[in-house]
T-cell receptor, first 112, second 113 residues
Framework: GESVGLHLPTLSVQEGDNSIINCAYS??????FIWYKQESGKGPQFIID?????DKRQGQRVTVLLNKTVKHLSLQIAATQPGDSAVYFC???????????FGGGTRLMVKP | ETGVTQSPTHLIKTRGQQVTLRCSSQ?????VSWYQQALGQGPQFIFQ???????GRGNFPPRFSGLQFPNYSSELNVNALELDDSALYLC????????????FGPGTRLLVL
C-alpha cells in the first residue's frame, strides 16, 4: 500500500546548528502534508503544513520544502534549541481529506 | 495547547474487557478523528466522525466503534480487548473534514493485561 516514510530514525545535532529532517511519500495524488512534533508523553503538535501547489513554506525558525518530482518532503529547523528535542512525524492527507497517514518518525536529539 | 481534551489520561484493562475513551474537540471544530499509536511508531488512523456520522475508517476491526455527539465531542469504544490494543489513543479535531489541519489532544494511554 502507499505510505509515508522517513529516511533517518535518529538525528543528533549540536545546539545552534540547523537541522534537516527528511520524509518520502509514495502517493503522488496527495495534496496536503503536515509536520508534527511529539514530545514524550504528549500528543503530536502541529508545526507547519504545505499544500501541493507550493514548493516552500516558512514559519518561525522552521521551513518545509516539498519536491513533488521525487515525492520528498523536508523540515528544516534553524538554530536548533534543546526544546526542539522530540520525535518529528511527517503526515500525508489522503484524497478524501479525512485521514492522515504518518511515517514512523525521526527522533531529534539536541546536544548542548 | 490545542484545546482538544481527552479522558482518562491512563487506563488499565484486562483481556476481553471493554473500554470507552472520550474526546472533546476544539471550540468550533465539527470533525474528530481517532488514531492508535503503538510504542515507537507513528499514529494509525482508526476512523473519523464528521457531524455525528462516520466519515472514513482505517484498517481496524468492527470491535473498534465510535460516536460523535451534537456538541461534536466523541467516544471511542473498543470491545473484547486484546493485548495488542495496548497503545496511546489520540483524538484530533479539525474545523471541517477534507484537508483541514488536525489538532491533537494529549492522548489516553491504554494498557491491556
Amino acid at each position: 500500500g502507499e505510505s509515508v516514510g522517513l529516511h533517518l530514525p535518529t538525528l543528533s545535532v549540536q545546539e545552534g546548528d540547523n537541522s534537516i529532517i527528511n520524509c518520502a511519500y509514495s502517493n503522488s495524488a496527495s495534496d496536503y502534508f503536515i509536520w508534527y512534533k511529539q514530545e514524550s508523553g504528549k500528543g503530536p503538535q502541529f508545526i507547519i503544513d504545505i499544500r501541493s501547489n507550493m514548493d516552500k513554506r516558512q514559519g518561525q525558525r522552521v521551513t518545509v520544502l516539498l519536491n513533488k518530482t521525487v515525492k520528498h518532503l523536508s523540515l528544516q529547523i534553524a538554530a536548533t534549541q534543546p526544546g526542539d528535542s522530540a520525535v518529528y512525524f511527517c503526515a500525508e492527507n489522503n484524497n478524501a481529506g479525512n485521514m492522515l497517514t504518518f511515517g514512523g518518525g525521526t527522533r531529534l536529539m539536541v546536544k548542548p | 495547547e490545542t484545546g482538544v481534551t481527552q479522558s482518562p489520561t491512563h487506563l488499565i484493562k484486562t483481556r476481553g474487557q471493554q473500554v470507552t475513551l472520550r474526546c472533546s474537540s476544539q471550540s468550533g471544530h465539527n470533525t474528530v478523528s481517532w488514531y492508535q499509536q503503538a510504542l515507537g511508531q507513528g499514529p494509525q488512523f482508526i476512523f473519523q466522525y464528521y457531524r455525528e456520522e462516520e466519515n472514513g475508517r482505517g484498517n481496524f476491526p468492527p470491535r473498534f466503534s465510535g460516536l460523535q455527539f451534537p456538541n461534536y465531542s466523541s467516544e471511542l469504544n473498543v470491545n473484547a480487548l486484546e493485548l495488542d490494543d495496548s497503545a496511546l489513543y489520540l483524538c484530533a479535531s479539525s474545523l471541517e473534514t477534507g484537508g483541514e489541519t488536525q489538532y491533537f489532544g494529549p492522548g489516553t494511554r491504554l494498557l491491556v493485561l
